[in-house]
């Protein structure tokens, strides 16, 4: 298994000679590598079993650092960046030739972002170059919000993990790049669309697209349990599975039932609070893909806010053919 701690110095250590490190975000865990380094690059790929074609963020301290590696930022963007950083937005924007293909899988672009956690900028300004880091889960399995996350599925893998407690957000990056010269969104995610709209008025949402993904974090079957998982109306859905015999847990958004333990369902929020349910989105999923059920059964929140990228998750955790 991997250690796991808050020292700064060794995490700087292992990076420099090409390792690689879990480092937490406001988003989710990262497993981070050298961006400059390609021989660290394709160790992230391997040990994610991550296909070639899904490019991977560039992390950096600053939004200054970032013109390193861009070799332009459009206005609407650079607002944006002014306003979120750090914070969950990924910025999707014309490389410069220091950034290595394997990093963004050959496309002419790449994605940065400047995460906000006091243990990953003290780590970010320290080093003398970006971090490339995907979200630490192997590809297609549910993003890792806390350290013992990433320990239980990459720990074998990996030489250290970086502690930073449960990520704040939960949720991963809001995607947004420029296309026809409008600002467009690729990912929902901890950022919400109307927060992005306040800055920079109305945005275009990126239709879901199997085949040909722009960013496969966009695949329909992604971030999901290892278990059939369903949703719907739970209300219709209990006495389904109650009657079929098959035993079953509960992810719901507010309201517990009292016909199975408690030890079987886990509510989001019970007061509503959709920050809170972003929160505890993933690590629920993964404690209820732990038990001993068949399936789990889980309900859409509101589709307002935050909401919208906690259904795009359920709803990606939910769809039935992998496409990875
Ligand atoms: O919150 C986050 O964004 C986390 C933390 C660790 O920063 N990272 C994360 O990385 O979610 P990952 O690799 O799991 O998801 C990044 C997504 C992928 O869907 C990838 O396809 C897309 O970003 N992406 C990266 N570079 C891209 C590019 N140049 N063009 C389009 N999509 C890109
Ligand atoms: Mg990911």
């Known amino acids: 298994m991997a250690e796991i701690g808050k020292d700064i110095d060794k995490a700087k250590a292992i990076l420099e000679k090409g390792g690689l490190v879990a480092i937490p975000t406001e988003t989710v865990y990262g497993l981070a590598g050298n961006a400059l380094n390609q021989d660290a690059v394709a160790k992230i790929f391997a040990v994610k079993s991550r296909p070639s074609f899904d490019p991977l963020i560039l992390h950096t301290s600053d939004l200054e650092r970032i013109h390193e590696f861009v070799s332009d930022i459009p206005e609407p963007l650079e607002k944006l960046a002014l306003a979120f950083w750090p914070g969950p ?12 293909d394997l990093v963004t899988s050959g496309l002419d672009t790449v994605a940065v972002r400047v995460p906000d956690h006091p243990l990953t900028q003290s780590l970010l300004s320290a080093l003398s170059f970006p971090l490339a880091a995907p979200s630490a889960n192997p590809f297609g399995y549910i993003s890792p919000t806390r350290a013992s996350h990433v320990n239980d599925q990459l720990g074998e893998k990996i030489e250290y993990i970086l502690d930073g407690g449960n990520c704040q957000v ?15 969104v690729y990912r929902l995610g901890g950022l919400d669309i109307g927060a992005i709209e306040s800055i920079v008025g109305k945005v275009q949402v990126m239709a879901h697209s199997s085949s040909d993904p722009k960013s496969p974090g966009m695949l329909k079957s992604h971030y999901a349990p290892k278990k059939p998982f369903v949703l719907g109306d739970l209300e219709k859905l209990v006495p389904v599975y109650q009657k079929r015999g098959q035993k079953f847990a509960l992810l719901s958004f507010r309201s517990a039932y009292p016909q199975l333990s408690v030890d079987y369902q886990v509510q989001l929020s019970p007061l509503g609070d959709l920050t809170e349910a972003a929160k505890k989105l993933f690590a629920a999923m993964r404690a209820l893909d732990s038990l001993d059920v068949s399936v789990i059964l889980s309900e859409q929140v509101p589709d307002v806010g935050l909401g919208k990228a906690i259904n795009d998750r359920l709803r990606r955790a939910a769809a039935q053919e992998k496409e990875e």
């Open 89 to 100: 937005l990924t910025l999707l924007l014309p490389k410069k030739s220091v950034v290595p």
């Open 170 to 184: 939960g949720l991963e990056s809001t995607i947004v790049g420029m296309e026809d010269n409008q600002v467009m």
